[in-house]
Nanobody
């Protein structure tokens, strides 16, 4: 069964940090670009980051640049999103998704996780 599973979401205070994990089963995540999308209530799904498969080029939305960082652990078939200096605008359900290459369009991604809730609140 080909699937992605996210974990690591939760409740954090403004200024805090979280690390999200995206683990693949049934396929080799190293062969894919992996993006993180998020969707807040009443808002469209947006891509916040992507790490390419080969050279590891990374892309970040302006809203998270300098605060969020991608990392791969090929031995664990996983990708991580380290989130720091979180603010209330980061509150959303976060999804990881895999595609051949990094694109902005969510429809280009072949595999999706089930999502993990991140809530930033005091």
């Amino acid at each position: 069964q080909l699937q992605l599973v996210e974990s690591g979401g939760g409740l954090v205070q403004p200024g805090g940090s979280l690390r999200l994990s995206c683990t693949a089963s049934g396929f080799t995540l190293e062969d894919y670009a992996v993006a993180w999308f998020r969707q807040a209530p009443g808002k469209e799904r947006e891509r916040v980051s992507c790490i390419a498969s080969s050279e590891g080029t990374e892309f970040y939305a302006d809203s998270v640049k300098g605060r969020f960082t991608n990392a791969r652990d090929n031995a664990k078939n996983a990708v991580y999103l380290q989130m720091t200096s979180l603010n209330v605008e980061d509150t959303a359900v976060y999804y990881c998704a895999a595609a051949i290459w990094c694109t902005q369009s969510a429809t280009s991604y072949d595999y999706w996780g089930q999502g993990t809730q991140v809530t930033v609140s005091s």
